[in-house]
T-cell receptor, first 115, second 115 residues
């Protein structure tokens, strides 16, 4: 069974540009989560999809971030326009259900550097 | 307020010895789950072990065990018989029943296993 995959693995862009990150969850996992780790800080929750619906987007930092999950399969996270403080590692995770003890399986992350 | 506290930024352990990684948490929700993840240098987050707040016994998974002390709000990870491949970043995390199933992470502890 393939794990969670993320693309690209690294991205270097200039301030003001747009970047789109992609996450492919494990097949059959209805729940998809985005997290990010800004340099030197904790991993922070961004949002949670159940199929194509946003269940919780309380962690999205501002309206420069737009997440979509059309069709309930893969998800994209777009940052437009990117700012310096957006640099960090963006993780995607998926789970079959959203139960309290349900394991969230993480992807390898996308390392974003905004110059 | 910090919900997950990992007070050890870095730890050293001799190969084949046991090591304890500390984690304390803060929640008023009676229903919660505690997780430990391992992040090797390759970057992926690997699920290690889970403890539910109502579980009577400490969780164990192979060489990993979770020392759950509910009254003290601590959930320390014990790795027995350390191996060189255990060198990695370790994150303690929590999910609250009323928290919408987002995972809250600690700052992490970097473990170095010495040969």
């Amino acid at each position: 069974e393939a794990g969670v995959t993320q693309f690209p693995s690294h991205s270097v862009i200039e301030k003001g540009q747009t970047v789109t990150l992609r996450c492919d969850p494990i097949s059959g996992h209805d729940n998809l989560y985005w997290y990010r780790r800004v340099m030197g800080k904790e991993i922070k929750f961004l949002l949670h999809f159940v199929k194509e619906s946003k269940q919780d987007e309380s962690g999205m930092p501002n309206n420069r971030f737009l997440a979509e999950r059309t069709g309930g399969t893969y998800s994209t996270l777009k940052v437009q326009p990117a700012e310096l403080e957006d640099s960090g590692v963006y993780f995607c995770a998926s789970s079959r259900t959203s139960g309290l003890g349900e394991t969230q399986y993480f992807g390898p992350g996308t390392r974003l550097l905004v110059l | 307020a910090q919900k997950i506290t990992q007070t050890q930024p870095g730890m050293f352990v001799q190969e084949k010895e046991a090591v304890t990684l500390d984690c304390t948490y803060d929640t008023s929700d009676p229903s919660y789950g505690l997780f430990w993840y391992k992040q090797p240098s390759s970057g992926e987050m690997i699920f290690l072990i889970y403890q539910g707040s109502y579980d009577q016994q400490n969780a164990t998974e192979g060489r990993y065990s979770l020392n759950f002390q509910k009254a003290r709000k601590s959930a320390n990870l014990v790795i027995s018989a350390s191996q060189l491949g255990d060198s990695a970043m370790y994150f303690c995390a929590m999910r609250e029943g009323a928290g919408g199933f987002k995972t809250i992470f600690g700052a992490g502890t970097r473990l170095f296993v010495k040969a």
